[in-house]
């Protein structure tokens, strides 16, 4: 099987299933009897836990020999994690579950990117083909869970999402490279790793890219957290909701498939700016709830608020590191943008719905602005001589 088609099934393992749960799974706790603070913790407490457990995992996933052993436990491990939201009852007990399942889960799709950056380099292929595959699979849990839920009670959700964990373990034993961890080089000490780490969060120019990726990332928070809640108050069916979100993923898979070359003559600087203002237009109009009609061109921003930042960070970051703390530059970008920055914005978002809504989204925009002007600062330092922070090579 090529390299690209096994790389992109196997994203598509990992995201048929958070498809599914990104934007349901608050349905479910929702119908469990939760309110809107109380989802917002649970889904917020992985994210604020990512800043430390993202590291670590990464650096316990670079004490093995292959770089998909680990991602074969992370999937067997969630599994089992997700299997206990079904036995156990009560806040505190889902609290502690979904931080597991979560967390573990989360750290897949970093730690297959370093495999993905690295074969791409190799042979000659675009990241984004692979990442695309996978996309399309996203759209299939968004769409398909949506329809699912016209007919089945929201405890589908969940089975969802523990059957493709373990599909996601599955593929990573039979679909994905037998790369080494470290390409021919003894395995590096714990206090090498650890040094590296350090050396990445001194780095000022690299914590700027981190900050400023994660927070137009994070500025998803509340879309991501209560968009489904917010529409079925509006009136918009579930079928709908799921169709919304998979038109998001689509337009997102047809900038990564045809805008490469684009993307390579602006460069991943600009492609943050870009993704900040998206982001910034985005949520100000989706605070004042739109018709169904004029949310599709609204969801068609996903391609800059979401895609154009994913790559241009995604790209800085592994520029802006060496090749020994790859995987945990990755994960930290990961941890910073997914973690504690969305963790904030995610709790931010519980009390917001509750009382304000879908004006909710307007702290989002103020986020996204923040950090849009990050993203600015880079422009200009690159155009002050970091030709790498600005030019793809």
Same mark, same amino acid.
């Given at each position: $099987?090529?390299?690209?088609? =096994?790389?992109?099934?196997?994203?598509?393992?990992?995201?048929?299933?958070?498809?599914?749960? $990104?934007?349901?799974?608050p349905v479910w706790f929702r119908g469990e009897g939760l309110s809107g603070v109380q989802i917002a913790i649970i889904l917020a407490a992985p994210q604020f836990g990512q800043t430390l457990t993202g590291p670590l995992i990464a650096l316990w996933a670079?004490?093995?020999?292959?770089?998909?052993?680990?991602?074969?436990?992370?999937? #067997?491990? !969630?599994?089992?994690?997700?299997?206990?939201?079904?036995?156990?009852?009560?806040?505190?007990?889902?609290?502690?579950?979904?931080?597991v399942a979560a967390s573990l889960r989360g750290s897949?799709?970093?730690?297959?990117?370093?495999?993905?950056?690295?074969?791409?380099?190799?042979?000659?292929?675009?990241? &984004?083909?692979?990442?695309?595959?996978g996309s399309l699979a996203y759209i299939a849990g968004n769409v398909g869970m949506g329809l699912v839920l016209l007919v089945a009670p929201s405890m589908a959700v969940l089975v969802w999402t523990l059957v493709t964990a373990s599909l996601a373990a599955l593929a990573a034993r039979l679909l994905l490279p037998a790369d080494p961890v470290h390409d021919g080089h003894a395995p590096l000490t714990a206090a090498q790793l650890w040094g590296g780490l350090r050396g990445l969060m001194g780095d000022r120019v690299f914590m700027l890219a981190v900050l400023a990726n994660g927070l137009i990332q994070a500025s998803h928070g509340f879309?991501?957290?209560? !968009?489904?809640?917010?529409?079925?108050?509006?009136?918009?069916?579930? =079928?709908?909701? =799921?169709?919304?979100? =998979?038109f998001a993923v689509g337009v997102e898979v047809i900038f990564m498939w045809f805008a490469e070359p684009w993307r390579r003559r602006v460069g991943p600087a600009w492609l943050l700016v870009i993704g900040g203002v998206?982001?910034?237009?985005?949520?100000?109009?989706?605070?004042?709830?739109?018709?169904?009609?004029?949310?599709?061109?609204?969801?068609?921003?996903?391609?800059?608020?979401?895609?154009?930042?994913?790559?241009?960070?995604?790209?800085?970051?592994?520029?802006?590191?060496?090749?020994?703390s790859a995987s945990a530059a990755q994960s930290l970008n990961s !941890?910073?943008?997914?973690?504690?920055?969305?963790?904030?914005?995610?709790?931010?978002?519980?009390?917001?719905?509750?009382?304000?809504? &879908?004006?909710?989204?307007? !702290? $989002?925009?103020? $986020?996204?602005?923040?950090?849009?002007?990050?993203? #600015?600062?880079?422009?200009?330092?690159?155009?002050?001589? &970091?030709?790498?922070?600005a030019v793809e090579r």
């Open positions: $099987m090529p390299i690209v088609v =096994g790389l992109g099934l196997f994203y598509s393992a990992v995201f048929i299933g958070s498809g599914a749960s $990104m934007p349901f799974m670079d004490g093995f020999k292959l770089r998909r052993t680990p991602l074969i436990w992370l999937g #067997v491990l !969630s599994t089992l994690a997700y299997a206990s939201l079904a036995l156990l009852h009560g806040f505190w007990w889902w609290l502690i579950a979904w931080f897949l799709s970093p730690l297959t990117d370093v495999i993905t950056l690295r074969r791409a380099a190799r042979q000659n292929f675009a990241y &984004a083909v692979p990442r695309g595959i879309y991501y957290g209560f !968009s489904a809640l917010t529409w079925r108050r509006q009136g918009v069916p579930e =079928g709908w909701i =799921g169709v919304l979100w =998979g998206g982001s910034m237009v985005r949520w100000t109009a989706l605070a004042f709830s739109p018709p169904l009609w004029a949310l599709f061109p609204l969801q068609a921003l996903h391609a800059a608020s979401f895609t154009a930042t994913f790559l241009g960070g995604l790209r800085l970051i592994e520029r802006l590191s060496p090749p020994t !941890s910073v943008a997914n973690g504690v920055l969305t963790g904030l914005a995610t709790v931010a978002a519980g009390p917001l719905f509750d009382a304000f809504g &879908a004006r909710g989204y307007l !702290s $989002m925009t103020a $986020m996204a602005l923040v950090g849009t002007i990050g993203a #600015v600062w880079l422009v200009r330092a690159a155009r002050g001589g &970091a030709t790498s922070v």
